[in-house]
């Protein structure tokens, strides 16, 4: 967990081989370096906004620009998204252990303890892990089209270094998910301060506004079937 929302770093100790990607019609190979959420869209698709969204970020291998891979969370599923529980999941855990570290043992409304039982909708029970493995590529359905420009960070300094890449396909998260992931950001304890570190507005945003296009041209990359 970061101060600027949710966050999660990919290691960088030689430790795993972070998976790369392409992207059609660019030059150089991007690796992974770390995703996280934005709660509020920092896009629209056809001047829709959506409930949250995330970004993949990739740096250049030898090279000094970033592609992101970016996908839309809406909170419109009527079951729980199973890999996007083990998401959350793994933020919880991390939120206790750093309210543990602060002797500040009170979690956000929606979250239990580690290895407590939590009562889900439906009457599911879920568990706090010690090991979570997850990959948010998976999130996307095989097939999926990109909305694709070069554009700029959306967090100072802002710098036009990214490729963009944002999946046409929103991911489906219950409303309760949704909850869980708003609980968490703007619940946020920065571990090293053990005081409250969000910077989400009043509404609990964490996004950039959305920026006019000032000229930039999208396209809608395809698969090849």
Not at 124 to 147: M, S
Not at 194 to 207: D, E, I, L, Q
Request: hydrophobic letters at 35%; a negative charge.
């Amino acid at each position: 967990l970061t101060n600027t929302g949710v966050k999660a770093s990919f290691p960088g100790d030689d430790s795993c081989v972070n998976p790369t990607v392409r992207i059609p019609g660019i030059n150089g190979v991007y690796k992974a370096l770390q995703f996280h959420i934005h709660t509020s869209s920092e896009h629209t698709i056809d001047g829709n906004f959506y409930g949250a969204e995330l970004h993949t970020v990739h740096g250049e291998v030898d090279g000094d620009r970033f592609a992101v891979i970016g996908m839309m969370i809406q909170p419109d599923a009527t079951e729980p998204n199973d890999l996007f529980d083990v998401l959350l999941t793994g933020w919880e855990q991390q939120d206790m252990a750093n309210r543990q570290a602060c002797a500040n043992p009170a979690p956000p409304a929606n979250v239990n303890p580690v290895d407590t039982p939590v009562d889900t909708p439906g009457g599911a029970v879920r568990k706090l892990q010690d090991d979570i493995i997850f990959a948010p590529y998976n999130l996307l359905p095989e097939g999926t089209a990109f909305f694709h420009y070069d554009g700029g960070l959306t967090t100072p300094p802002c710098s036009e270094v990214v490729w963009w890449n944002l999946a046409d396909t929103a991911v489906a998260v219950t409303p309760a998910q949704y909850m869980r992931l708003v609980d968490l950001v703007v619940s946020y304890i920065d571990a090293s301060t053990c005081k409250p570190g969000t910077n989400a507005g009043p509404v609990g945003s964490t996004s950039r506004p959305v920026q006019p296009l000032y000229g930039r041209i999208v396209e809608r990359v395809c698969p090849a079937n």
